[in-house]
């Protein structure tokens, strides 16, 4: 394959949960340019079907609950009946309660699991069924710097993440052999609806932009590159890996620069 074509999805059917907003929206609407023929999944149709209409072309829209395993089989089952494969899943969707450890209910614990852990396995398990039968695939899931840095409030959050992570290698070495990649892409801050609640608050908001090495949040479309090149033939021979699109958030323990320096 030449170079400048490795990154075309020319031909790919791409089907991308939680597409309705945020991360979702920014993905959908680049898989699109880069040529391929993408489903946009969202719980939420009318969002769904807003920015398939925005995207134009061959988009398309569905509804899916990642929470409710025939909700994911009926909208897989629809692109295959439809498309005749699936070649690429991207799926951003996460939830987090805010709370630290002692304070937790066995209520907000159940939720988050059933979205952020048992919602992405149920999605990974469908995607894989349909890719290792066809021998081919990329499935990418969202994880975050959280599976590796945490703070107060987010332990819960952070173990799913991990999770998340985890599971993706787990699938990464049981598809492999049938040619199906999974990865996980990292972000950093982002500024979505998730986040809102933390940019409404000044001090908030400029802590986690002086926490990166770029010193600001990212904004949706700085997401799109990033996990358009993991479901990509660029990243053919990339497997079982997270990539972290955080800013240099990671890179940095501290936001306090010695004198001198």
Same mark, same amino acid.
């Given at each position: 394959?030449?170079?400048?074509?490795?990154?075309?999805l020319?031909?790919?059917v791409?089907?991308i949960?939680?597409?309705?907003?945020?991360?979702?929206k920014a993905?959908t609407l680049?898989?699109v340019?880069?040529?391929?023929?993408?489903v946009?999944? @969202?719980?939420?149709?009318d969002?769904?079907?807003a920015v398939?209409?925005e995207?134009?072309?061959?988009?398309?829209?569905?509804?899916?609950?990642i929470? @409710?395993?025939?909700?994911?089989?009926?909208?897989?089952?629809?692109?295959t009946?439809?498309?005749?494969r699936?070649?690429?899943l991207?799926?951003?969707?996460?939830?987090?309660?805010?709370?630290?450890?002692?304070d937790y209910?066995?209520?907000?614990?159940a939720?988050?699991?059933?979205v952020?852990?048992k919602?992405n396995?149920?999605?990974?398990?469908?995607?894989?069924r349909?890719m290792?039968?066809?021998?081919g695939?990329?499935?990418?899931?969202?994880?975050?710097?959280r599976?590796?840095?945490?703070?107060?409030?987010?332990?819960?959050?952070?173990?799913?993440?991990?999770?998340i992570?985890?599971?993706?290698r787990?699938?990464?070495?049981?598809?492999?052999?049938?040619?199906?990649?999974v990865?996980c892409?990292?972000?950093?801050?982002?500024e979505?609806?998730?986040?809102?609640?933390?940019?409404a608050n000044?001090?908030?908001?400029?802590?986690?932009?002086?926490?990166?090495?770029?010193?600001?949040?990212?904004?949706p479309?700085?997401?799109v590159?990033?996990t358009?090149?993991?479901?990509?033939?660029?990243?053919?021979?990339?497997t079982?890996?997270?990539?972290y699109?955080?800013?240099?958030?990671?890179?940095?323990?501290g936001?306090?620069?010695p004198?001198g320096?």
């Open positions: 394959m030449s170079t400048n074509r490795m990154f075309d020319t031909g790919k791409a089907a949960i939680g597409g309705g907003s945020g991360i979702g993905v680049g898989a340019e880069m040529g391929a023929t993408v946009c999944l @969202d719980v939420a149709r969002a769904a079907a398939a209409a995207a134009g072309g061959a988009t398309e829209s569905g509804t899916i609950d929470t @409710d395993t025939a909700s994911i089989e009926r909208a897989f089952s629809d692109i009946s439809k498309h005749g699936l070649d690429i991207i799926c951003t969707p996460a939830i987090n309660v805010r709370k630290k450890i002692l209910s066995d209520e907000e614990l939720r988050v699991v059933d952020n852990i919602g396995f149920s999605v990974l398990r469908a995607a894989g349909i290792v039968a066809q021998r695939g990329s499935i990418v899931l969202f994880s975050s710097i599976a590796q840095s945490v703070e107060p409030g987010q332990s819960v959050y952070a173990a799913t993440k991990a999770g992570l985890q599971l993706a787990g699938a990464a070495c049981e598809f492999g052999p049938y040619g199906v990649r990865n892409i990292g972000p950093g801050v982002v979505t609806p998730l986040t809102a609640p933390i940019r000044a001090d908030w908001y400029n802590a986690y932009a002086t926490k990166s090495a770029l010193g600001r949040w990212a904004q479309e700085e997401m590159g990033p358009l090149f993991l479901a990509s033939d660029a990243a053919s021979f990339v079982g890996t997270i990539l699109a955080d800013g240099g958030w990671l890179a940095q323990d936001r306090f620069t004198p320096m």
